[in-house]
């Protein structure tokens, strides 16, 4: 099976696709509709040759990609919102400005607020309950235990949002991005009905980089740990201890971002099957089996980002959920 490089995102009532050269955003509206929209899409790393070095570029991807997830949430939510404001504008008798946006200093504020959250509770505060255990000193047994903490809050995390019904959908959308993108590598028809056959399990899921991040931060967290103790005399305090794995963690997400193409490249490897089966398994819960309509909409985003489908489409063959 061919890795053709396609990957995707998971957002409000609909899916994001990436290729090479475009990014697409399908959502479905309340009236079945399908809206996608569609922009250029030059990585940096083809912008600029010299960023597209191993580790680098995978570093400087990462930080791309939280950006566009961003924006693409923001998209999804904009037209949800447009769909929530227009009911209840019928059911005041009142028109909608259509031309009304989410205010973008808020929605900025939003996401930097949202990433603090996340580095505050996924890496500062594993670090802070395993200095509890005063094992500072064995750089090996302490990352150990505060990779271990934090795995086990990032699970227990998606665990519990999944039993939400609006993340409980986001996940059946993000079962619906892998089974289409399958079906594109398999060169199989590009029908609900032919992905649907398909496993909403993928190695090149951002799930699977999550976990191979928290693993690769373990071991390269020590060996900086133990750099620190052998340079400074004595092991580093709980700050500055933070400080150090923050500034490492361009190099762990590069890192890792190179291991996940790797796997993709190397699937059918026995020993890949072996190492790649941890984030399959996590997969279980950050993926649901999509409904038809939801297959529809990952594959309407999949050929919007090949550059084979119109910008705005009518959804009538499917019945929607």
């Known amino acids: 099976m061919a890795d053709l490089n396609i990957g995707g995102q998971a957002v409000i009532e609909g899916v994001m696709m990436r290729s090479k050269d475009k ?15 569609t922009e250029i899409y030059h990585p940096l790393s083809v ?15 990462f930080a ?21 404001e227009k009911e209840e504008a019928n059911k005041k008798g009142k028109s909608v400005d259509p031309s009304k946006k989410q205010n973008n200093l808020y929605l900025a504020g939003s996401a930097i607020f949202a990433l603090a959250f996340g580095v505050l509770i996924f890496f500062f505060t594993p670090l802070a309950i395993a200095s509890l255990f005063g094992i500072q000193k064995d750089a090996v047994s302490f990352n150990l235990l505060a990779g271990g903490i934090r795995l086990t809050m990032f699970v227990l995390y998606v665990w519990g949002i999944s039993f ?5 959908r986001i996940f059946q959308y993000h079962g619906a991005e892998h089974k289409s993108i399958y079906t594109y590598e398999m060169g199989d028809e590009l029908t609900p009905e032919r992905a649907a056959t398909y496993t909403r ?8 980089f999550i976990l191979i ?9 020590a060996v900086s740990d133990t750099i620190f103790t052998i340079a400074a005399g004595h092991p580093p305090a709980l700050l500055p201890r933070f400080l150090l794995h923050m500034s490492l963690l361009p190099l762990v997400a590069g890192t890792s971002y190179e291991l996940l193409k790797l796997s993709g490249k190397t699937r059918n490897n026995a020993i ?3 190492l790649i089966q941890p984030g399959l398994w996590l997969q279980r819960i950050t993926t649901k089996e ?24 009518p959804s009538k063959s499917i019945p929607v959920s």
């Open 290 to 313: 999509p409904t038809p309509d939801q297959l529809e909409v990952a594959i309407v985003a999949l050929q919007a980002a090949l550059g084979v489908v119109n910008t705005r489409i």
């Open 201 to 208: 399990f993928h190695p090149r899921c951002g799930t699977s």
């Open 64 to 84: 791309e990609m939280m950006v566009i997830g961003i924006k693409t949430l923001n998209f999804s939510a904009d037209v949800a919102m447009s769909d929530a």
């Open 23 to 37: 990014i697409s955003t399908a959502v479905r509206t309340a009236n079945g509709e399908i809206v996608v929209k």
């Open 272 to 274: 890949t099957k072996v």
């Open 213 to 221: 991040v928290a693993l690769l931060a373990i071991l390269m967290y």
């Open 47 to 61: 912008r600029y040759p010299f960023l597209n070095t191993p580790i680098l570029r995978g570093a400087v991807a």
């Open 164 to 168: 939400i019904k609006d993340f409980h």
